[in-house]
């Protein structure tokens, strides 16, 4: 499969919220939701060029509430942060806990509606948001009812390599096309190769390094990653890690390749062990 983001052109998409994770932290009568986003291309690679586009959150009304420009994602994949003031009671420049604001493309051509809308929560929390930059599919997990949402450019490439090569059949993102142990929408978080078994996320090495276990894996340009561990293999409680990209950096809860989309290389990361622990195991997880 040819890996690489088809270019899109700014004024002729569609945006569809694919997540939406919020985080725990302290409660406050009045003060700011962030929410920071990505936007995704066909191959699930963070876009990287937008131009002069902003983003907006604003009311019906057209009231803005908060504007953010769409810039080259950072290292955690992320394009923009919204700054959203929360207030106990609606203002013309706040909001309050449980409104919701709709979200509006700007470019130096126009407004650009967005078909969906952000909840806006409890002040000081951080929320993520994903977009997908083109038509998309829905898929429902039937071991657990998740669904999830899949360009139909990345769905008609498959379906043709299913019709050329294999047996045909529909696209099955919970199937294991090449046998390797990863399911085909885990192949197309991590930009894998859903038909070869030889092409899938792996780590290449483990080790403790200044204090911190230190992780090398391969990755796949554009794409992000993230890290969760547990105490124990006998049904693990997985939870999310924050990761280094050095030693001694900040700290990110989630990685992004920083190589040409597409472009296969190996990455780094190290995670502070966990104290107390008598053991702990960690999982490697494309976003």
């Known amino acids: 499969m040819k890996k690489q983001v088809a270019k899109i052109v700014l004024f002729n998409f569609t945006l569809y919220i694919l997540h ?5 932290a302290p409660a406050m009568p009045y003060g700011t939701y962030l929410v920071q986003g990505a936007f995704r291309g066909d191959y699930n690679t963070v876009m990287r060029d937008f131009g002069d586009a902003k983003i907006r959150a604003q009311r019906a009304d057209g ?10 994602a950072n290292a955690e994949g992320v394009n923009f ?3 959203i003031p ?5 203002t013309p420049k706040s909001c309050k806990v449980g409104e919701s604001l709709d979200c509006v493309l700007t470019t130096s051509e126009g407004a650009l509606d967005v078909p969906n809308s952000l909840t806006v929560d409890t002040p000081v929390r951080v ?12 898929y429902t997990n039937p071991k657990d009812g998740t ?10 490439e498959v379906q043709w390599y299913l019709e050329t090569y294999m047996d045909g059949g529909v696209y099955d993102p919970w199937a294991d096309y090449d046998n390797d142990g990863i399911s085909n929408y885990a192949e197309f978080l991590a930009g894998t190769i859903p038909f070869d078994e030889s092409d899938r996320l792996r780590i290449k090495d483990f080790g403790m390094k200044d204090g911190k276990f230190a992780l090398t894996f391969e990755h796949v340009g554009g794409h992000v990653y993230s890290v969760s561990s547990a ?3 006998a049904k693990p409680a997985w939870g999310r ?19 040409n989309d597409g472009a296969e290389g190996e990455t780094v990361i190290y995670i502070t062990p966990l104290g107390g622990a008598a053991s702990e195991f960690f999982r490697l997880d494309p976003k």
């Open 127 to 138: 929320g993520k948001v994903t977009f997908n930059c083109t038509e998309v599919k829905s």
């Open 241 to 259: 890690r924050r990761v280094r990209k050095t030693a001694d950096g900040a700290e990110m809860d989630q990685v992004m390749a920083e190589s």
């Open 86 to 90: 929360v207030a106990s009671a609606s």
């Open 20 to 24: 939406f994770t919020l985080f725990s």
């Open 147 to 156: 669904v999830v949402d899949i360009p139909t450019a990345y769905i008609d």
């Open 231 to 233: 105490d124990t293999l």
């Open 63 to 72: 009231t803005v509430i908060a504007e953010s420009a769409i810039k080259s």
């Open 81 to 83: 942060v919204l700054s």
